[in-house]
């Protein structure tokens, strides 16, 4: 992955063996993933609704999971924006590290598709609106937010969608608006693995393609970096989240 891009390199970038975001032969022994990944290619299975169910059922789970502290890579967005900003956070899920820390100082819309997630955000981020609903399918004014974010979440969207979703961003941030997300390593095709005792469902292309779809879709990368997965466990080093900082141009 190439090097931070702006003089403000304040996220960390992959160090060690091959950045990857996950492959059957890197399973770890322990943690949430079970049964290998298996190709989601099955035309008459819904794998929106296994996700958004699958979220329903493994909501507490993933919550007690989750890394309570928000990762350092939030703050190159926080300080950018002003006290009061509209945010969007898509696929909040259960609200925590993310929407809570967003929410102590500007104005949060998480939105997610499972509403167990949401019981849990609502409960845990008090502060925040919350909307259910299929990021595809929701629709925001023109202009409406000084940033969106979106943690660990567009992966589990068809990746062909993927596009579509950067230009809807787009139409939503208002002119110099950020977009701050977790995308993809390595190019993987359409899989399911059994995460936190469901079946779960993952789509993604790997970070070069979306450096260059970000591009076409009219933003600038500003940082780049690297997370883990964002909660404890044997195998959190197997995983790695590229994460971008990107800004509207125009
Ligand atoms: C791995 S969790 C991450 C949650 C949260 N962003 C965090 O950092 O803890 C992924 C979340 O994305 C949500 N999600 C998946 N597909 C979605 C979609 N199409 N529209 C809205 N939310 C979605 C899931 O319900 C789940 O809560």
Not at 2 to 9: E, H, K, R, Y
Not at 24 to 36: L, R
Not at 216 to 236: I, K, M, N, P, Q
Request: net charge negative; aromatic share 10%; with cysteine.
């Amino acid at each position: 992955m190439t090097a931070v891009q702006s003089n403000q390199a304040t996220f960390r970038e992959p160090q060690g063996e091959t950045a990857r975001t996950r492959t059957s032969n890197a399973m770890p022994t322990s943690g949430p993933y079970h049964g290998g990944m298996e190709p989601a290619n099955d035309a008459r299975r819904d794998y929106r609704r296994l996700v958004a169910n699958g979220y329903d059922v493994c909501a507490p789970a993933y919550n007690a999971a989750r890394s309570l502290e928000p990762p350092a890579e939030l703050r190159p967005l926080m300080r950018r924006l002003p006290d009061g900003a509209q945010v969007l956070d898509l696929g909040c899920g259960a609200g925590v590290p993310i929407t809570r820390a967003l929410a102590a100082r500007f104005a949060v819309t998480g939105v997610d598709v499972s509403a167990g997630q949401l019981a849990l955000a609502r409960d845990q981020v008090p502060g925040a609106t919350f909307l259910q609903c299929d990021m595809m399918a929701c629709d925001f004014a023109a202009g409406s937010f000084d940033a969106v974010v979106s943690f660990y979440a567009i992966f589990h969207l068809p990746r062909e969608e993927h596009e579509r979703l950067f230009r809807k961003i787009h139409g939503w941030l208002r002119r110099g608006g950020y977009l701050l997300a977790t995308l993809a390593m390595t190019d993987e095709a359409a899989y399911t693995e059994e995460f936190f005792d469901v079946e779960m469902y993952w789509s993604n292309y790997g970070i070069d393609e979306y450096r260059a779809m970000l591009e076409r879709t009219g933003f600038d990368v500003l940082e780049s970096g690297v997370l883990h997965h964002g909660y404890d466990d044997e195998g959190a080093k197997a995983e790695q989240h590229p994460i971008v900082l990107a800004r509207r141009q125009d």
